[in-house]
Structures are given as C-alpha cells and as structure tokens.
C-alpha cells in the first residue's frame, strides 16, 4: 500500500480504479512507461473472479487471458478456472511489484480545473487524493440485479452460487434460464440436489446458454430428473416456500423449497461515472468515449475494461477483446503504445507487435 499521512492529499499522474485483469494489465503498461499512477480497488484485486462459483472453467482460453505477455501455463493445457486465475494475477502483481491499494473503494470522484479529486473509503477512515487523469476499470458485475420481492434477503436465498455441495440432498429452486442458471442446475444436480428451475419465458434461453450445456440440460428436462417451471415468475419467497405465477395470468401457486439461487445476473456500478459527468447513453447505459483513445466526454477521464460496454445487456465486452484498451490508454498518456500487452498467441499481442513496430 501506499504511504500517506493524516490530512496529506498526494497527487499522481493517473489513478486507476479497479484492479481486474485489465487494470492490472493497465498498470504494468504505465509502470513500464514510468508514469507516477496509483492504484484502488474496492475489494482484493481480481474481486469479481473471487465470487465465481467453486472450479468454474473460463470460455476464453489462457492466451486470450494473460495479460501484460505473460504466458499462461497449466499442466492439462485446457481452459483454466477461476481459482488458477486468480493465482495467474497474483504472480503477475508480484512479477512487476505492482502497489495495488486493495480494500480501498473510490467513493467520490470529482472533475476540478487540472484534473480529479478523489476521495476513498478503507475500513480506518476517508482518505483524499488528487490525480491528473483517471481511469475507471471497474468492470460491470459490481451489483447482482435484484429482484425486489419480499423474501429476496432470507438467509437461504442467494445471489452468488459458490459450491453445489451446499445443495446436497436439499431442494433448489434455480430462478433464470441464461448460461448460469443451466450451469448452476446441472452441477447442481449431479451434486445430488433436488433441482427446479423458473423461467419468466417459455423457453430457455438458447442462445445465451453454452452449447455444450444446453443439450444436457434439456436431455435432463425431458428425463424428469432436473425441474422446470416455464412461464413463471417469482412474487415472493417464504423460509419454506417460493410463490411463482404464471406469465400472463393464472393464480399463483407455492413451490416448496429449502433454498433459492438467484440467476438473474449483475451490473456494474456507474454512480463514479456520473459523479465525474460522463454522459451514459441508451438502455444499456453506455458511456460516451472516443474508442481510438478510450477518454469520455469528460477529459483525462479513460475508461478500461468491460466498463466501457455499459450495463450489458448481451455480452460484447470480455478479457480478451479489452487488452487493447491498456494500449490505446498508454497510448493516450504517454504518446507509445506499451511493449507488454495481451499475451505472445494472442491477436492482441500482435495488434501491438504492429503498432511498435509502426512507432
Ligand atoms: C461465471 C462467469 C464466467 C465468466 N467467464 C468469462 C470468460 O470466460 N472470459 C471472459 O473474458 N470473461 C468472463 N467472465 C466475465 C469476466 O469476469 C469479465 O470479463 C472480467 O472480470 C472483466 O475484467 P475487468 O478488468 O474489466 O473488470 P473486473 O474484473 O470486473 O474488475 C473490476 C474491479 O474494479 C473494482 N471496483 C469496482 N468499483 C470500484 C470502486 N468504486 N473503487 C475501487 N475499486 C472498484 C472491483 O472490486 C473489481 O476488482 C465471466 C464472468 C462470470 C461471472
């Protein structure tokens, strides 16, 4: 962490908020670069991996995942979990001893006349700092969309799946019918729990749902052995009971259950952007920024990361389409496009190896 004093308010060149892969990545470029940046994040770096359910695998595989060229390397050579990856960013922070304020969130960002002042939030007291240029790297699955029903904070209701063992021998109701909840049921039920899910349409959702998953899913269906409840919706949720209705009228009616997951996805937190004046444009909420420098209408102001896509309403932006956001951003700052990005297989890689060798 870095040192600061009661009532000192240092400056820096840049500030980056956020530490996921791409603000990770971000970092090294500028450190490389000898730019003088400080680094935030709300959580431990790496926050919305740590969440994942227990061994869950990436769809990406490693080396559209390393960042800042440095390989990733496993002993099957296969696509790689949550876990092994968080493990991959922690070994890159220490390649590069990267100064990362963890448990730090940004609470307040302002735009003044030469550039940002910011105010975080760590457990011993608000702290102040000034910056020249920010970039927000704060991903988009800050918050898990609620629902707002009565029972929605029980305790054996939940938005996270974290491990199919908790569900053994119990009944779940899995609500959604996107790529996590197909996921959720069939791990669940082969880890032995008594599997329904309710979907708000008639059909699961085939095209959000990985192609691999969705012909065992169904097979299941038809098989009687994993529950579906089409059509329905979820009014409330008792320490017994879910009260689903029919879409399009019908009388509700009470699901017994012991606990309900809650698929139903998440969204970042863009009340940074507002704060700063960014202008958030259309139903997805998408931030205005020139896509040649990533800087928002609001100047020195750079977004990395899947930030930039909004509230995504289908998934546009992921690791591996962002690391050149790093780049144009280093870019932007220091007028050189950073030698270290995405990793030696990656197109991204050799995106960069072009524009070093255009410099
Ligand atoms: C189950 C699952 C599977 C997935 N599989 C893939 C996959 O195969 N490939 C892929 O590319 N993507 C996948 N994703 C999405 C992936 O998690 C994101 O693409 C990736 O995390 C985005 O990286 P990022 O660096 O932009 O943001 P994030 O990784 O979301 O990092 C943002 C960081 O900002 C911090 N932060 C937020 N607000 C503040 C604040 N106010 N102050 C300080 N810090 C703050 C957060 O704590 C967090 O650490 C998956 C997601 C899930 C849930």
New binding site residues.
Partial sequence: MNDLQVGERPSYDVAI???????IELAVCLQQAGVRYIH????Q?????SW??RN?N???TTER?AIAGVPIQNNHQQRITGEDYLAYLRSVVEQFDLMINTY????TLIRTADGFELETAPLAGPRHYRAARVVL??????WPNRLDIPGEDLPHVSHYFRDPHEYFRRRLLIVGGKN?AAESALRCWRAGAEVTISYRRPQLDSERIKHWLLPDLQAQIEAGVIGFLPATTLLEITPTHALLAPVGGGAPFAHPTDFVLLNTG?HG?QS?LRMAGVELRGENRVPVFDPATMETNVPSLYL????AAGVQQRYT????N?HEHAGKITQAITGRWPARLGSVASRNYELAFEQIQAN
């Fill in positions: 908020i956020g530490a996921g892969p791409i603000g935030f994040d709300a959580h770096l790496g926050y919305t991996m994942w359910p869950t990436f769809f990406s995942l730090e969130p940004v609470t790297a704060i991903g988009d699955m800050e996590s998440f937190d940074l990395a990361g899947t930030v932006l992921f690791i591996e962002c």
